[in-house]
C-alpha cells in the first residue's frame, strides 16, 4: 500500500498563494491516479483536483478553475496543488489521494470510495 504525507499547507491572506505537495512511499507513484480533496468540520470530503498516473490529464471542480493547478513529477513520487488566488472559502483541511490508475479516471474522479491510501491531510487557512 502506498503512503502518502501532505505538505506546505499554513495561513496566507486573501489572494495569496501556497504549494501543496504530496510524498508517496511504499510504491511508485506512477501506479495510481491522484486527487486531492478538502474538508471544513460539518461538510463532506470535496475533491477539488484529480490527476491520471500519466499526467496527461487534469480535472478541476469548478470553484478552483483557473486559479489552482495540480501536477506531479513521478520521478520524485510527488504531486502538487499549486494554489493562486486563494479566498476565504478555500480554508480546509486538504488531503492527496492515491487510487490505482484506470482507465475511467476520468468518470469517478471525485469520488472518496475510488481512492485507496490518503495522506494526514495539512491544513489551510486563508485570512481575509
Known amino acids: 500500500q502506498v503512503r502518502l504525507a501532505e505538505s506546505g499547507g499554513g495561513l496566507v491572506q486573501a489572494g495569496g498563494s501556497l504549494r501543496l505537495s504530496c510524498e508517496a512511499s511504499?510504491?511508485?507513484?506512477?501506479?495510481?491516479?491522484i486527487g486531492w480533496f478538502r474538508q471544513t468540520p460539518g461538510k463532506e470530503r470535496e475533491c477539488v483536483a484529480g490527476?491520471?498516473?500519466?499526467?496527461?490529464?487534469?480535472y478541476y471542480e469548478d470553484s478552483v478553475k483557473d486559479r489552482f493547478t495540480i501536477s506531479r513529477d513521478n520521478t520524485k513520487n510527488t504531486a502538487f496543488l499549486q494554489m493562486n488566488g486563494l479566498k476565504p472559502d478555500d480554508t480546509a483541511v486538504y488531503y492527496c489521494?492515491?487510487?490505482?490508475?484506470?482507465?475511467?479516471?476520468?468518470?469517478?474522479?471525485?469520488?472518496?470510495?475510488?481512492?485507496?491510501?490518503w495522506g494526514q491531510g495539512t491544513q489551510v487557512t486563508v485570512s481575509s
Open positions: 489521494a492515491a487510487g490505482l490508475k484506470s482507465f475511467r479516471y476520468g468518470i469517478f474522479w471525485r469520488e472518496p470510495a475510488k481512492y485507496a491510501a
Open positions: 511504499g510504491h511508485l507513484l506512477s501506479r495510481y491516479d
Open positions: 490527476i491520471t498516473w500519466s499526467g496527461t490529464a487534469v
